[in-house]
C-alpha cells in the first residue's frame, strides 16, 4: 500500500480528503487495467491544476516585477513548461505514488515518464486547490515552483530557443531552418515526437517532446548547443 502520509509530509500538506491526493496520482492506463478502482483517474484535476498555477505564478510576478507583459508571458512560460514541472514532480518522489498500468510503469522513456509526471503535479496543484483553498495552493506553488524564478532568470531560460537560433542562422547564414518529424512514438495519450533540425540540407541536431512544438524546442536548444551559439 501506498502510504500518503509521507507523501503529505514531503509536499507540507494535510489535506482534508486525501482521495484527492490519490486521484490527482491515477494515470489513466491503471484503470484500464483496474476498472474497478474507486478513483477516477487524474486528467480533470491536472485540467484545474494548469489553470490554476499558471494564475498563482502571473499574480506573483505581475505583484513583485514591474516588468512589461512580453517579458513576464516568457517567465511564466519557463516556469510551468513539462521540464521543469517533471523534475519538480521526480524531486519530490511522486514517481513512487503513480498508479500505473503495467506497462507504464515498465517504461523507460525517459521523455515519456516526464510527461506523465509534469501532469501529475498540475494534477496534485489541482487537488491541493480544492482540499485547501487558494492559499494552500499558493504556498505549495512558491515553495516548489516559483522558488526556481532566480535560477530562470539568471540562467536566461525564458528565451525562445526557436527565434534565437533561427535570429542567428538568418544573420550568419542568411538561411531559415526548418524541422522535420523523424518519429512518432509511444502510445496517443503520451506520444513522444522526434525532431531534426536543419539549415538547408545540413542535418544540426534533433529533439524530442510530448508535442512538435516541445521537439522543435528541444532541437533549437540541442542546435544552439552544436553550433556553439550563446
Given at each position: 500500500?501506498?502510504?500518503?502520509?509521507?507523501?503529505?509530509?514531503?509536499?507540507?500538506?494535510?489535506?482534508?480528503?486525501?482521495?484527492?491526493?490519490?486521484?490527482?496520482?491515477?494515470?489513466?492506463?491503471?484503470?484500464?487495467?483496474?476498472?474497478?478502482?474507486?478513483?477516477?483517474?487524474?486528467?480533470r484535476?491536472?485540467?484545474?491544476?494548469?489553470?490554476?498555477?499558471?494564475?498563482?505564478?502571473?499574480e506573483?510576478?505581475?505583484?513583485?516585477?514591474?516588468?512589461?507583459?512580453?517579458?513576464?508571458?516568457?517567465?511564466?512560460?519557463a516556469?510551468?513548461?513539462?521540464?521543469?514541472?517533471?523534475?519538480?514532480?521526480?524531486?519530490?518522489?511522486?514517481?513512487?505514488y503513480?498508479?500505473?498500468?503495467?506497462?507504464?510503469?515498465?517504461?523507460?522513456?525517459?521523455?515519456?515518464?516526464?510527461?506523465?509526471?509534469?501532469n501529475?503535479?498540475?494534477?496534485?496543484?489541482?487537488?491541493?486547490?480544492?482540499?485547501?483553498?487558494?492559499?494552500?495552493?499558493?504556498?505549495?506553488?512558491?515553495?516548489?515552483?516559483?522558488?526556481?524564478?532566480p535560477?530562470?532568470?539568471?540562467?536566461?531560460?525564458?528565451?525562445?530557443?526557436?527565434?534565437?537560433?533561427?535570429?542567428?542562422?538568418?544573420e550568419?547564414?542568411?538561411i531559415?531552418?526548418?524541422?522535420?518529424?523523424?518519429?512518432?512514438?509511444?502510445p496517443?495519450h503520451?506520444?513522444i515526437?522526434?525532431?531534426?533540425?536543419?539549415l538547408?540540407?545540413?542535418?544540426?541536431?534533433?529533439?524530442?517532446?510530448?508535442?512538435?512544438?516541445?521537439?522543435?524546442?528541444?532541437?533549437?536548444?540541442?542546435?544552439?548547443?552544436?553550433?556553439?551559439?550563446?
Amino acid at each position: 500500500m501506498k502510504d500518503f502520509s509521507e507523501l503529505e509530509k514531503i509536499l507540507g500538506v494535510s489535506f482534508k480528503n486525501q482521495d484527492l491526493l490519490k486521484q490527482s496520482l491515477v494515470h489513466r492506463s491503471y484503470l484500464n487495467e483496474n476498472p474497478g478502482f474507486p478513483l477516477p483517474h487524474n486528467e480533470r484535476l491536472e485540467f484545474l491544476g494548469d489553470a490554476v498555477l499558471e494564475l498563482i505564478v502571473t499574480e506573483y510576478l505581475y505583484k513583485n516585477y514591474p516588468n512589461p507583459e512580453g517579458e513576464m508571458t516568457n517567465w511564466r512560460a519557463a516556469l510551468v513548461n513539462a521540464n521543469i514541472l517533471g523534475d519538480i514532480a521526480g524531486n519530490l518522489g511522486l514517481a513512487d505514488y503513480l498508479y500505473l498500468s503495467r506497462g507504464e510503469a515498465k517504461d523507460n522513456n525517459s521523455k515519456a515518464r516526464q510527461y506523465i509526471l509534469a501532469n501529475a503535479m498540475e494534477a496534485v496543484i489541482g487537488a491541493v486547490y480544492l482540499d485547501g483553498g487558494w492559499t494552500a495552493a499558493s504556498q505549495l506553488v512558491q515553495r516548489y515552483i516559483l522558488s526556481h524564478l532566480p535560477e530562470v532568470l539568471s540562467k536566461a531560460l525564458y528565451l525562445d530557443p526557436k527565434s534565437h537560433f533561427q535570429e542567428l542562422a538568418q544573420e550568419k547564414f542568411g538561411i531559415t531552418p526548418r524541422y522535420e518529424v523523424l518519429s512518432e512514438t509511444g502510445p496517443d495519450h503520451a506520444k513522444i515526437f522526434k525532431v531534426g533540425l536543419y539549415l538547408g540540407d545540413d542535418f544540426v541536431a534533433e529533439g524530442e517532446g510530448s508535442s512538435k512544438q516541445e521537439a522543435q524546442v528541444a532541437a533549437a536548444q540541442a542546435g544552439l548547443k552544436a553550433k556553439g551559439w550563446k
